[in-house]
């Protein structure tokens, strides 16, 4: 790296999907990549810091090209050079995050809210799921509902990610607590993140539910991937079911689905144009 100094590409979320978030970063060789959402202003960007190339000039236009193709327009994305303090002046744009009635998430470099009685550290990293996503955020609150009024004795979390679903699970009182993920990133985070977090779980390498029911189950996944697995993950549901990663419009199909497969439509939340369905056996 020259200088001490990067490239940073900032792009609106809504505008750019994960998987190609992912193969712009894989393309071009990205430093990281981070979200940051603003609950307050609803603002949501996924961010990527490069090292800066020999030619700027052309490595902004190339940058720009591969944002086009994705389809963003100019004033859905911006670039600019960072200076020496780069790797941590992100940190500035993060803050603990209050949710529900008693959770907080936050990074380690911030300071716990002193009204929270529900402390949940996770810095962010290559595993997806920090709290900032609407998606994220309504899945905790209906975690936390059920966890207060009967702590689960065993729990699923479907496509764990960072593994913050079943770390906050846990801390409410959430017993048996089991995470799979297809990616060997997430597998690794989920543990390093509960020890962090001082909680036991079992982390799992794989893309299907394991072959035991849960108490509860939670997934915030996409609506594909929600379809495709419709009866295994419905075989794993003992009492309560809890789907996210959904856009509000595609609500109606998926309870239809979940439905035909003996669940009864319990719940929907609604966060932006993001949505979570709750499901009881």
Not at 12 to 31: C, G, K, W
Not at 119 to 124: A, G, K, N, R
Not at 223 to 248: E, F, T
Request: some cysteine.
């Amino acid at each position: 790296m020259q200088n001490n100094t990067c490239v940073e590409l900032r792009m609106d979320a809504p505008h750019i999907s994960e998987d190609d978030f992912a193969t712009l970063m894989s393309t071009f060789n990205a430093l990281g990549g981070s979200e940051e959402s603003n609950q307050l202003t609803g603002q949501h960007e996924r961010i990527a810091w490069f090292e800066v190339g020999a030619n700027a000039e052309e490595q902004y236009k190339r940058l720009e090209t591969a944002a086009a193709l994705f389809g963003l327009q100019e004033n859905q994305f911006s670039i600019n050079t960072l200076g020496d303090d780069w790797a941590t002046a992100w940190q500035d744009h993060w803050t603990a995050m209050p949710i529900g009635k008693s959770l907080c998430v936050r990074p380690s470099f911030c300071e716990a809210l002193p009204d929270r009685s529900i402390d949940v550290v996770l810095d962010p990293g290559q595993a997806f799921g920090t709290g900032t996503h609407p998606t994220t955020y309504l899945c905790l609150e209906a975690i936390e509902d059920y966890c207060l009024n009967h702590p689960p004795k065993s729990l699923l979390d479907m496509g764990a990610g960072s593994g913050l679903l079943a770390i906050a699970a846990a801390k409410m009182g959430a017993l048996d607590v089991v995470c799979v993920d297809y990616d060997p990133l997430s597998v690794e985070a989920c543990e390093v993140n509960a020890g962090i977090n001082n909680i036991s779980l079992t982390s799992i390498l794989g893309d299907t539910p394991p072959a035991q029911t849960f108490e509860l189950v939670v997934a915030n996944i996409l609506y594909n991937p929600l379809i495709d697995m419709v009866k295994p993950l419905v075989a794993s549901v003992d009492k309560h079911l809890i789907l996210s990663g959904i856009l509000s419009e595609q609500v109606p199909a998926l309870i239809q689905a979940y439905a035909a497969h003996g669940l009864i439509h319990h719940n929907t939340r609604n966060k932006e144009e993001w949505a979570v369905v709750e499901f009881i056996r």
